[in-house]
């Protein structure tokens, strides 16, 4: 194998053979992998902790995960990373794991330098550290005994958080509760959900796979040995790749690889405009959880979620400047030169919301919007949808909350909203205002009706919409009872004041 293929001077329509005869891992270099792999899982497994104490406690090997490109199935031929994630007993929460992970990565590095020579390779052993942060990880370096190029592999102790997996089985909320509760540091206790981020690449079709090699290749040899500097992690790039298959292919297994590249390097290129995230393994219904979701899609952009943690924002690493300057280059180069320059993909730089319309005499709709857009673009598009030629006020609200109204000059973002979310629209003309009622349930109704207007008036309205009789109504405002003959104007209700509304007692 040529040692530097020439990716950027190979033309677009070529890079399947590129990909095949230069990037695809040769069987000698699998096997020798997977033989490496196995001898120090093995020892890590069986032999690592027996007859050893850690803190007055036998250590268990729960189980054993192989992460990196090779258990993602996305592997470069003579480039190999393997992550070694050991499930261990002793780690009962994710805070356990904070607390003891530095003194058992010792006893590993301690074991692995007495034990080295039994293990039929040439091993250096070093600790990975972040800036001042604990180390979380052994990085091994493995000299293959049929080729030059090293297999590294890094050795990550994990809290079993997860418990017996299945693939098909979404993690328990309070899971990741817990992982939220337990504040440590962006993607701290990622290792905990390999499984997950394993099968999560791993599940993908042979094309997609090949897609993600070939950004990988350009993140190594274009990024990474150029600017010898930080950056994002190559996850990042992996994940903006499916994402960006996703969305510009709805998801198809038939797709030019070419047109799948230069849709990557036009979204790393954007990278400020970035808003990723999945809701396959965590979501906004557990309130801890969609809490933490919404101050995290508020941060500053590139934001990438991790589909498995939560807690890390893989778009908070330095770097993405130099990713953005190299894929503005990239695209200047003939592997990015696409047969047909008008078949690209359409990707979003943030996914879109669908939003539903619920309008009083008019039938629900839903509109798909993007949450950083101005919400004037959205009120002009259900405008010319529903033919409305008055003012069109929007509100939605939180469960057990106000109804707050949608200002045209914000986005989605600002009010929280970043999954799908129901909306009520109102159409007013001057001088009406619009009045939240809300009933006992705690759900609101917008209505529209001038300042002038009496209490009577608004209840005419309340039958109207919902058949509960004026009569067996009782409005209130700030724990006053508001009396049929004045006028909204008399008792200084302004625009979107919110009222309650009760039932008479039958007593």
Partial sequence: MDPTPDLYGTPGDMLDHFLEHSLQPQRDWKEEGQDAWARIEGFLRDQCFRDELF??????????????????????????????????????SFQDQARHRESIIDFIENK???????????????????????????TLK??????????????????????????????????????????????????SF??????FVKSRPVKL??????????YLQYLRNKYRTALPPKYSLELLTI????????????????????????????????????????????????????QQLKRDRPIILDPTDPTNNLGSKRGWDLVAKEASICLRQACCRTEDPSGGWDVPRARN???????????????????????????????????ISGDLR???????GDRLLLSSQKTLSDYGIFSKVTVRGLETFPPEIQVFVKDSSGQSKPYAIEPDATIYDLKTKIEAAVGLSTEDQVLMLEDEELEDNYSLEELQIRDCDTIQLSRVSSE
Avoid at 125 to 130: C, I, L, P
Avoid at 353 to 367: A, C, N, Y
Wanted: some cysteine; aromatic content about 12%.
């Fill in 55 to 92: 803190l007055d406690q036998e250590v268990k090997v729960l189980k054993v995960v192989k992460g990196g490109s090779s258990g993602k199935g996305t592997m470069l031929n003579h480039r190999s990373d393997q992550d070694i994630v050991l499930f261990l007993s002793c780690f009962s």
């Fill in 112 to 138: 692995l330098l007495h034990c080295r020579r039994s293990l039929a390779y040439k091993i250096t052993v070093v600790k990975h550290r972040e800036g001042n942060r604990t180390p979380r990880s052994l």
């Fill in 142 to 191: 493995v000299q293959p005994r049929k080729s030059d190029c090293i297999i590294q592999m890094d050795v990550l102790p994990a809290y079993d958080a997860l418990g017996p997996f299945s693939r098909d089985l979404k993690p328990a909320p309070e899971i990741y509760e817990n992982l939220i509760r337990s504040r440590g540091y962006p993607g701290e206790f990622s290792p």
């Fill in 194 to 199: 390999t499984e997950l981020q394993r099968h």
């Fill in 209 to 218: 796979k090949n897609l993600l090699r070939l950004v990988k290749f350009w």
């Fill in 243 to 294: 994402y960006a298959w996703e969305t510009g292919t709805k998801s198809s297994e038939n797709f030019n690889l070419d047109e799948g590249f230069v849709a990557v390097m036009e979204l790393l290129r954007d990278y400020q405009d970035i808003c990723v995230y999945w809701t396959k393994y965590y979501n906004f219904q557990n309130e801890v959880v969609g809490n933490f979701l919404k």
């Fill in 353 to 387: 919301i669908q939003v539903t319309v619920k309008q009083t005499g008019r039938e629900t709709w839903s509109l798909w919007a993007d949450p950083y857009s101005p919400i004037r673009k959205m009120k002009a598009e259900i405008k010319r949808k529903n033919d």
């Fill in 394 to 400: 929007l509100s939605f609200q939180e469960p057990q």
